[in-house]
């Protein structure tokens, strides 16, 4: 009788702790999807409203998570499912009309990468970017369009040609910076030159 007391004292209380904990899961889930729409600059005027009602919900449920506020963690779950769906809204809303704009940002990277030589500096990673633009391309003009994947795609392709282009500049700068140097070297080699010749002319 007493172990049976016991079990069910146990039961409850661990009924109470899930209850009353923190809803840490809500929050990791939420705030991976907040990143992702963050990410996505843009496309947040596309459902400006839902955005900011998403924010305002998620910094309050942002605080009692960092404050590890048990008390007002029914509250934090309320509010974090709340922000959930209106980042889903901004999503629904805003991935359409942004995969339009992610896809020239993509296309300019692309330009510029081909511009700059990047296949010849890093070719490696340039066929890596060189498929997945292929890729990209195929499922924008998809029949069909998956946004979700598609602006995905669109946004890491951009991405691994931003990078490369950003790689290759950093290198011809740091060659430019090299050469410099070695013309000041030449021209204080050259003025030295000078001042022995002069010196020698006055003995």
Known sequence: MISNKKTIFIMILVFITISCGLPKKEYQRVSALRDKVNK???????AQSDFDIAEKGFAEADIIMKE?????????KQLLLEAETNYNAVLDKGLEPYSEIIKKQMDESFTNAQEIKADVMYGDEYSKAETMYNEANSLYNAEKKDYKVMVEKLYNTK???????NKVKEDFNKSDEALNKVKERLANLENMVKEIETLEKEQ
């Open 40 to 46: 996505y600059e843009e496309i947040k005027t596309f």
């Open 68 to 76: 590890e506020n048990k008390d007002e963690a029914k509250k934090a």
């Open 159 to 165: 991405e691994a040609y931003l990078t490369l282009y």
